[in-house]
Each structure stands twice: as C-alpha cells, then as structure tokens.
C-alpha cells in the first residue's frame, strides 16, 4: 500500500520534525557553488545561506593535519599572547591631596614591586619623594629611581591618581602595594595605602595561553563509526579558572579556588597556578568539554589597540574520546 502523505520513514507517531510536502526524506548540509551553504535533497537546494558576503583580514595563519589516536588529546594554541605596554592604576580618593599647594612636590612613596632586568626577577620595595626646593615632582622622583634599577616603567602623575605604564610591549612588571604619604609645613598624612583599580589596567600578556582571531576545524571519521559516535572534544582554555572542592575540615562545605591555567606547565602547580594536567582533570570531572561532529568554523573580531579588552579565541584543547582514530585538518588564523 502506498503512503498517500509521502511519508517513507512512516515516522507519524512522535515525528521529530515535519517535512516539506513532497519532499523525501534524505537530506544533507553541503557546501554549495557560489559561496554558499544549504540544506540538500538529491540534486535539490532547499535551503542555501549565501557565505560570499563574509570578509575577514588576517596577518598570519597556521594549517595542520593530525590524526588523534584513542583517548589522544592536543593542544591547539594560537598565534599571539596579546603583547602590550602593561598599565596599573592607584587612584588617589582625596586623602592625600594638599589644598594649599601642589602636592606633587610634597608626595612621598613607599612601592612593593616585582620586575625583571636583564632576565633575572627582583622583589623590591622603592622609596621616592619629591624634593621642592629643585623643583622634583613625584613623578620625577619615580623616573629617576625606576631608572637607577633598570625598570622599565614610566610614571604619570595627576591628582586623580597615579599610572604606571611598560615601556616595552611584553615587559612584566607587578606593582603590589603603595604608601603615600604628603607632607607639607602645617600638616602631614602618613602612610595611606593605595588600592590599584584593576578594571582600568592592562596586562603585559592578555592571552597567556596564546589566542586567534579564528580557526576552521574539520574532522574526518572512518567507516567503522557509527553516525552518533562521530565527534570529538574541544574545551578553550581560559586565562584564569574559579572552581570548587570538598572542604578537607568540613564534608559539608566547599573551597572556592581561582588559578591561573598555564597549558606549559607539567605535573602540579602550585597555590596560585593550575598545570596542564590538573586542568584537564578538572575538564574531565567535570565534563566541561564541546562536542564537535564534521566541522566547525568560529571568526571573532580584532582586539582594539591600548587596551585589555578580549575579543580573540582562546587556545583549545582537542580530545578523541571514541575508540577508533579521528583525522583533523584545522587552520588557525591571526
């Protein structure tokens, strides 16, 4: 008997989806001439989304093939860490300001900072004062002094606040903590600590981990697999990773932990900074992993110039969780 309502599948109890009246039921997602893709029936377009309109300037790219055995898993880093001239911000609330006068001639500073000169790294405590009677301003009294030590800092003063910033792109330095202090011939305040505004800082590496402005994925599974087992994993690594345990005093309570991730680090980290591996077990355990079939394709958008904001991709890892060998070919774009 034939199915008066073209319905091959018979599907009439619980149907996924409708079909288009006349339509069979083989469909297919191809790329199509002309910069397109659709939905395909037979030598039919039912539905095509023009791709020809998309655009987007690169400076470097990457393309690779790897097969992932078994249980195998790579990490897929990206072109750039973001290298910028690194910037911290101390506003001053008011405190240490002096009606009467210009108080960056009164200003004294106490400074806790690490950095690096000539490759070896340094925690140091600074102090600078301004000197009046040669007319050295704060910010003076800071450019000599970082200067003397080989700190690659340069220093701006305004009574809003205080901004340090990198000479050189890369260079890292960790300005934690400050002391101001004003002094003046009626009045002096001692001592006020500064508390750095980080939301108007810029990191000297904003991708650790490496990032892209995009990357094209694609995977080829052999004919031993079946339909629904044709996928694999991939996670983006953040910077910076906030999870949680059993407390080891209290079964009842959790830890909250917030680390870095660094994907170059092997066996375990330390108080501050999760490895490679342990983050792959917190990935693991906590099934935090995309599932990716045939393709997958992601463009983002430039990272302004100055600035810390993100707009690139984060390096990822690929994971083959199925039994059988998985082929990808995948291109990583800057």
């Given at each position: ?24 039921d083989t469909y297919t997602f191809e790329f199509l001439s002309g910069k397109a893709a659709g939905i395909v029936n037979g030598s039919v377009i039912i539905a095509s989304m ?83 009677s040669n007319l050295i301003t704060i910010k003076n009294a800071l450019d000599i002094r970082f200067d003397e ?186």
């Amino acid at each position: 008997m034939s199915d008066l309502f073209n319905n091959t599948s018979n599907d009439y109890i619980n149907p996924d989806l409708a079909h288009c009246a006349g339509d069979g039921d083989t469909y297919t997602f191809e790329f199509l001439s002309g910069k397109a893709a659709g939905i395909v029936n037979g030598s039919v377009i039912i539905a095509s989304m023009g791709l020809s309109d998309i655009e987007q300037p690169v400076d470097g790219w990457v393309q690779q093939t790897k097969v992932l055995e078994p249980g195998e898993v790579i990490f897929i880093q990206g072109l750039t860490k973001g290298i910028s001239n690194k910037v911290q911000y101390f506003p001053l609330d008011g405190s240490v300001i002096w009606s009467g006068g210009t108080d960056e001639l009164y200003l004294s500073l106490d400074i806790s900072i690490n950095y690096y000169n000539n490759f070896r790294y340094y925690q140091s405590a600074v102090h600078v004062t301004s000197d009046p009677s040669n007319l050295i301003t704060i910010k003076n009294a800071l450019d000599i002094r970082f200067d003397e030590l080989g700190i690659l800092v340069d220093s701006t003063y305004d009574p809003s606040g205080l901004t340090f910033t990198g000479t050189q792109a890369g260079y890292s330095f960790d300005i934690t903590a400050i002391d101001a202090s004003l002094w003046v011939i009626d009045t002096s305040i001692w001592g006020i600590p500064l508390t750095e505004n980080t939301s108007a800082g810029i990191p000297a590496f904003k991708y650790p981990n490496g990032a892209m402005l995009g990357y094209v994925l694609k995977a080829t599974y052999p004919s031993i697999a079946a339909v629904y087992q044709e996928f694999l994993h991939i996670n983006h690594v953040p910077d910076y990773l906030t999870y949680y345990e059993v407390s080891t005093g209290d079964a009842n309570s959790y830890v909250q932990y917030y680390k870095a991730v660094d994907v170059g680090l092997n066996g375990a980290g330390n108080t501050t900074t999760l490895s490679a591996a342990e983050y792959l077990d917190q990935i693991q355990t906590n099934d935090l992993w995309e599932k990716v079939g045939a393709l997958r394709i992601w463009l983002t958008a430039p990272d302004p110039a100055s600035s810390a904001t993100e707009n690139l991709i984060t390096g990822f890892y690929v994971f083959n969780p199925q039994t059988f060998a998985i082929r990808i070919d995948y291109m990583t774009m800057l």
